[in-house]
């Protein structure tokens, strides 16, 4: 599996930011997939996870009520929307897949990474 993520630029402070990413092959419906990122000096962090299915979502507290993560299948497609961005939000966001088809928030167990798209929120 390939994942391409994009959508990153820089936004003023309570602005919204969606991205986006694409992965190939036929298997990304059975795949969980997951959002992280990581900031300067900082640990990559997880942000979000959406289930295989998309019925089951999952996020880390600091972005709850802020970002909504989605998918299509169909399009083989999964989504961060961002909302209410905050100056610390600022980091290079990865997507990546889980083979398993309900994903959780530890890094080491996903499978596949995308290539990680720049966010810059400033104040």
């Known amino acids: 599996v390939q994942l391409q993520a994009s959508g990153g630029g820089l936004v003023q402070a309570g602005g919204s930011l969606r991205l986006s990413c694409a992965a190939s092959?036929?298997?990304?419906?059975?795949?969980?997939m997951g959002w992280f990122r990581q900031a300067p000096g900082k640990e990559r962090e997880f942000i979000a996870t959406?289930?295989?299915?998309?019925?089951?979502?999952y996020y880390r507290d600091s972005v709850k009520g802020r970002f909504t993560i989605s998918r299509d299948n169909a399009k083989n497609t999964v989504y961060l929307q961002m909302n209410s961005l905050k100056p610390e939000d600022t980091a290079v966001y990865y997507c990546?897949?889980?083979?398993?088809?309900?994903?959780?928030?530890?890094?080491?167990?996903?499978?596949?990474w995308g290539q990680g798209t720049l966010v810059t929120v400033s104040s």
């Open positions: 092959g036929r298997t990304f419906s059975s795949y969980a």
């Open positions: 959406i289930s295989s299915s998309g019925l089951s979502t």
């Open positions: 990546a897949a889980d083979k398993r088809r309900v994903g959780d928030s530890s890094w080491s167990s996903y499978d596949y």
